[in-house]
């Protein structure tokens, strides 16, 4: 019920930041700094010790971090300014960007986020 509250809060209050600013960027930091430091603290298992399971996941989650990181950075070093989306090499955020302009969706989308960050760490 706690994380409920905060995270209702919390998103609240990131929903209302403007994009592509230094105070979104500590917003969504912050989170991930502390989601980060909650599942390193919290999951000491080795790799040797996994299911085979566990494995095949972490190897398919990395592949698909990587995948996106490719993605972002491909787009952004070929877009015509560091705030100018290219059309012809979009970026996931400019992909999602336009979804994302009302209230309502981004404080939702925040939600979803938060939640989803508390759900990898609570297991």
């Keep these: 019920m706690l994380f409920a509250a905060a995270a209702i809060g919390y998103a609240a ?12 960027t500590a917003a969504v930091l912050l989170p991930a700094a502390v989601v980060s430091v909650v599942a390193i603290r919290r999951h000491h298992a080795q790799p040797e010790s996994w299911s085979p399971l566990v494995g095949r996941s972490a190897l398919l989650w990395s592949g ?4 996106a990181l490719l993605w972002e950075a491909w787009a952004f070093f070929h877009q015509p300014g560091v705030t100018v989306a290219s059309y012809d090499y979009p970026s996931l955020s400019s992909l999602v ?5 009302e209230w309502p969706v981004r404080f939702g ?4 986020w938060l939640y989803a960050g508390w759900r990898l760490v609570s297991q």
Excluded: K
């Design 13 to 24: 209050f990131g929903s209302t930041l403007s994009t592509l600013t230094w105070q979104a």
């Design 97 to 101: 960007g336009p979804y994302l302009h």
């Design 109 to 112: 989308a925040w939600l979803v």
């Design 64 to 67: 698909l971090i990587l995948v």
